[in-house]
């Protein structure tokens, strides 16, 4: 709960230093780029089975969706991957993503890190690295 506290606030806030200097050490302690597909893994399975979202992915391309996610993962966490996928903007226009369906997502994600027995600190820190993207991907 705390987390999800903490995201919704620097979601409101924009932490411009933190965007642009990731720490070096986030990527490793995700597990590199293993660990990475594994959170990945978890986390698609997770939206698959989450009544609330679940929807919102019935015509999604696993694959891809795998692949783009992983990379963003990497860049984010300062592993050195270039995010070769759509802009977050592009690929959630016209989607309907209410506040509500990206703390689900939310939730769903740390239950993914949960799982693969990422630190908490390292999950707040990919968490406050994803939290501003919120802009582009919710529309009410
Ligand atoms: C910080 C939050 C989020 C991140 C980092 C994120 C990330 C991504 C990425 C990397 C892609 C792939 C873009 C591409 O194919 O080029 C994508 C697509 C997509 N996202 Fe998100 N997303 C977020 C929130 C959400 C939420 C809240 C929903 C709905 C509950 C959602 C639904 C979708 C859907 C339906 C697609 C298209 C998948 C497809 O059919 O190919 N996303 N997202």
């Known amino acids: 709960m705390i987390r999800l506290a903490t995201l919704i606030l ?12 990731p720490h ?3 990527f490793r302690d995700l597990g590199g780029l293993d660990g990475i597909g594994h959170i990945v893994d978890e986390f698609m399975l997770g939206l698959g089975n989450d009544p609330r979202i679940a929807h919102h992915f019935g015509q999604t391309d696993p694959q891809r969706f795998r692949q783009k996610l992983i990379e963003q993962f990497c ?10 996928g759509e802009s ?48 582009d991907v919710v529309t009410h």
């Open 75 to 84: 860049a984010e966490s300062g592993g050195g991957c270039s995010y070769s």
């Open 24 to 26: 070096p050490s986030l």
């Open 88 to 135: 977050m903007r592009d690929a959630h226009a016209g989607r309907n993503i209410s506040h509500a369906d990206f703390n689900a997502l939310v939730e769903v994600l740390i239950d993914a890190m949960d799982k693969q027995d990422i630190p908490v600190a390292a999950q707040n820190r990919l968490l406050q690295r994803l939290a501003p993207m919120h802009q």
């Open 10 to 21: 620097i979601a409101s806030t924009s932490l411009a230093a933190c965007q642009s200097n």
